[in-house]
């Protein structure tokens, strides 16, 4: 099994900045890509961006690309989602997630975190 904890959620004003954090534990020799998703009230859960757990691949979504970065560092097997810019439509409950394979699909992760809830103001 595959344990993930997020931190790093709060309450920012729009053109503000965060950080998610995402640990891993357990058998995570098993993990070959992590994910970030978000979850809007009364909305499909959404692709945010991925990394192999080596860091050497990379996607994000459109609505996200060039205002959040994504990051892997192996030796704490913590994976970060810096956010910037940040505008109230990024309010939504964010999740980390880890899989066997690199895909964008939500449905082809294998492990999930709790969430954590992010909410922009205007």
């Known amino acids: 099994q595959v344990q993930l904890v997020e931190s790093g959620g709060g309450l920012v004003q729009a053109g503000g900045s965060l950080r998610l954090s995402c640990a891993a534990s357990g058998r995570t020799f098993e993990i070959y890509s992590m994910g970030w998703f978000r979850q809007a009230p009364g909305k499909e859960r959404e692709f945010v961006a991925f990394?192999?757990?080596?860091?050497?691949?990379?996607y994000y979504a459109d609505s996200v690309k060039g205002r959040f970065t994504i990051s892997m560092d192996n030796a704490k097997s913590t994976v970060y989602l810096q956010m910037n810019s940040l505008i109230p439509e990024d309010t939504a409950v964010y999740y980390c997630?880890?899989?066997?394979?690199?895909?964008?699909?939500?449905?082809?992760?294998?492990?999930w975190g709790q969430g954590t809830q992010v909410t922009v103001s205007s």
């Open positions: 990394t192999t757990w080596s860091g050497s691949d990379l």
């Open positions: 997630a880890a899989g066997r394979i690199a895909t964008m699909y939500v449905d082809s992760y294998d492990w």
